[in-house]
Structures are given as structure tokens and as C-alpha cells.
Nanobody, 113 residues
Framework: VQLQASGGGLVQAGGSLRLSCAASGFNFRINTMGWYRQAPGNQRELVATISSGGATNYENSVEGRFTISRDNAKKKVYLQMNSLKPEDTAVYYC????????WGQGTQVTVSS
């Protein structure tokens, strides 16, 4: 299993970023995918998930600002982040559960005030 996240960067508060995760090594189409994040000194927390059928779930603080989506043909999952806040600053990880948790290498998102 490989999960390669990209798209992080530095953005001002109120701005937008789109994260991408390229997946390989498993049957992408049938698995729930997600994004986690970890800020310095904090535990890793779930941000959003998307099922194989496209059903989505979001952590309360990102509901209405973030959108998770997937492209099964490209084996990619995306996280569109709008109205970013300084508290969204974290390393964001692509996630898969397949008998155990799998994490990508993470991509840094920094939101300046």
C-alpha cells in the first residue's frame, strides 16, 4: 500500500488549498478513504472520510468548509479546503484502513493570520 499526499503549502486565513492523495497497491474502488491531521503537540485527528459509495463524514470544525472527494479511475482522493483558519495548521495525512491503519507521508498546511 502506498499513499502519496500533495498540495499543502502556506496560505493566508480565508484562503483555499486542495490536497491530493495518489493511492496504489490495493483495491482503491472498494475502500473507504480519509484525511487525518496532526498539529504540533496534538494527537492525530480525523478530518474527513469518504466511503466506496461516496458517503462523506466530517469533523465538526471543518464541516461546511472542507470537501472530500474521490476519483476511482485515477485512484485519488482529494480534500478541498476553503475558508482556512490558523487552527487548521497541521500536517495532513491521507488514510486508509485495510486490516490496519495506513498513512501517507503527510503534507504540511500552514495558515497565517
Amino acid at each position: 500500500v502506498q499513499l502519496q499526499a500533495s498540495g499543502g503549502g502556506l496560505v493566508q486565513a480565508g484562503g483555499s488549498l486542495r490536497l491530493s492523495c495518489a493511492a496504489s497497491g490495493f483495491n482503491f474502488r472498494i475502500n473507504t478513504m480519509g484525511w487525518y491531521r496532526q498539529a504540533p503537540g496534538n494527537q492525530r485527528e480525523l478530518v474527513a472520510t469518504i466511503s466506496s459509495g461516496g458517503a462523506t463524514n466530517y469533523e465538526n470544525s471543518v464541516e461546511g468548509r472542507f470537501t472530500i472527494s474521490r476519483d476511482n479511475a485515477k485512484k485519488k482522493v482529494y480534500l478541498q479546503m476553503n475558508s482556512l483558519k490558523p487552527e487548521d495548521t497541521a500536517v495532513y495525512y491521507c488514510w486508509l484502513y485495510l486490516c490496519r491503519d495506513y498513512w501517507g507521508q503527510g503534507t504540511q498546511v500552514t495558515v497565517s493570520s
